[in-house]
C-alpha cells in the first residue's frame, strides 16, 4: 500500500480515536451535569469510547497502515522491529498528530455551538477536551513522578498486548479485541492520574486547543508513553521473540 495511503488511513484512525474517546469525555461522561448526572456514561463509558475507537479502527484500517493511531506505538513497533523508520515514521506520526489536532477543532466547532457556551470558562475548566495532566491539573490530584510512572507503565503494557496479539504465533484475527479491550482497561485503571495518554498524539490535539498550562505539560505525555513503548518492544523481543530453531506454528 502506498505511504500516501497508510498515512491518510493513520490521519483518520487517529481522528476517530479522538473524536470518538475525548468527545465522549466532552459530552457524555457528565450529561447533563456532574451534579445529577442521570444519563452520563462517566469513566467506565469514556474508557470504552476510546477501546471501541481503536478496535473498530483496526478492523476498518489495519490492513491498510496497521493501525497504529499513535506515535508511541510506531515508535514501538519500529523498536520492535515491526515497522521501518526513517521517512515512514516520521510521515506515520505527523498524520497521526494532523488527525488529532483536526478532531479536537471539530470538538470545539461542536461543542462552542452549545447554548451560553462560555470559551474562557471552558478552557479554564478542570480538563477541558479530556487534556492529560499532572499536579493541579490531574483529576485525582497525582503530581508529576506518578503521573511520568504511570505513563510508562500503561504504554509498556500497552505495547506488550499489541506486540503479542499482533505476533504471528498468536490466533489470527482477534489482535484488535485484545488492544482495543487493552486501551479500554488502561483508560479504568488510570482516567483518575492524568486522564490517560499513553498517545502524544491524543495529547497534543487537546492541548493546543486549551493552551496555557496544557502545552507546559505536554512533554510529559510524550516523552513518557515513547519510552514506555520502545521499552516495551525491547522487552517482548528479548523475552519473547521467535528464536532461529524454534519451529514454525
Known amino acids: 500500500m502506498p505511504l500516501t495511503k497508510r498515512c491518510l488511513a493513520e490521519f483518520i484512525g487517529t481522528f476517530w480515536l479522538v473524536f470518538g474517546g475525548c468527545g465522549a469525555a466532552v459530552f457524555a461522561a457528565a450529561f447533563p451535569d456532574a451534579t445529577t448526572n442521570p444519563l452520563g456514561i ?11 475507537t481503536v478496535l473498530t479502527m483496526a478492523y476498518a484500517i489495519g490492513h491498510i497502515s496497521g493501525c497504529h493511531l499513535n506515535p508511541a506505538v510506531s515508535f514501538g513497533l519500529w523498536a520492535g522491529k515491526r515497522f521501518s523508520g526513517g521517512k515512514d515514521l516520521a510521515l506515520y506520526i505527523v498524520a497521526q498528530v494532523a488527525g488529532a489536532i483536526v478532531a479536537s477543532l471539530v470538538l470545539y466547532l461542536i461543542v462552542s455551538g452549545k447554548a451560553g457556551f462560555d470559551p474562557v470558562a471552558f478552557k479554564s475548566g478542570s480538563n477541558p477536551f479530556a487534556s492529560n495532566g499532572y499536579g493541579e491539573h490531574s483529576p485525582g490530584g497525582y503530581g508529576l513522578f506518578p503521573a511520568l510512572l504511570h505513563e510508562i507503565v500503561l504504554t509498556f503494557m500497552f505495547l506488550m498486548v499489541i506486540m503479542g496479539s499482533t505476533d504471528r504465533r498468536a490466533p489470527q484475527g482477534f489482535a484488535p479485541i485484545a488492544i482495543g479491550l487493552g486501551l479500554t482497561l488502561i483508560h479504568l485503571i488510570g482516567i483518575p492520574v492524568t486522564n490517560v495518554s ?11 486547543l486549551v493552551g496555557g498550562w496544557a502545552i507546559q505539560q505536554l512533554w510529559l505525555f510524550w516523552v513518557a508513553p515513547i519510552v514506555g513503548g520502545i521499552a516495551a518492544a525491547f522487552t517482548y523481543n528479548t523475552l519473547f521473540g521467535e528464536s532461529k530453531s524454534e519451529p514454525d506454528a
Open 42 to 52: 462517566g469513566f467506565t463509558g469514556v474508557a470504552f469510547a476510546f477501546g471501541l
Open 198 to 208: 499513553v498517545n502524544p498524539a491524543r495529547s497534543t490535539g487537546p492541548a493546543l
